[in-house]
């Protein structure tokens, strides 16, 4: 199995959640209010408010079967959902990141 982490700025929560229901994703853990420090900035619910990027991340756990064969479809629906942000964004860097890791089923 492996597990698809997507980290992404609040404010496109709900285009991952309309990428999902696009791509027949019914299971997934949301977990709200995520912070850290990063190419955005800080990030989190008690920082001061200094912009576009104060707000605070959602965090998408996707558990991903060895028969899950549209791997490459999401992982393009990603880029294309990170490309469209891109333009008119003056350079600044997209809050958005995905990490593909090795997971396994204990309990």
């Known amino acids: 199995m492996k597990m ?7 404010r496109l929560e709900d285009e991952i959640l309309t990428l999902f229901d696009e791509l027949g994703i019914k299971g997934y853990t949301v977990i709200h209010g995520v912070g850290g420090r990063g190419a955005t900035g800080i ?6 408010d200094t912009g576009p990027h104060a707000s605070t991340n959602t965090l998408f756990m996707v558990a991903l079967g060895y028969e899950a064969t549209f791997l ?28 593909l890791q090795p997971c396994e089923i204990i309990m």
Do not use: M, N, W, Y
């Open 43 to 48: 990030v989190s619910d008690t920082a001061p």
């Open 4 to 10: 698809l982490h997507i980290v992404c700025g609040k």
């Open 72 to 99: 490459p479809r999401i992982i393009a629906a990603l880029k294309e959902l990170r490309a469209s942000h891109i333009q008119g964004h003056d350079d600044r860097a997209i809050p958005l990141k995905v990490f």
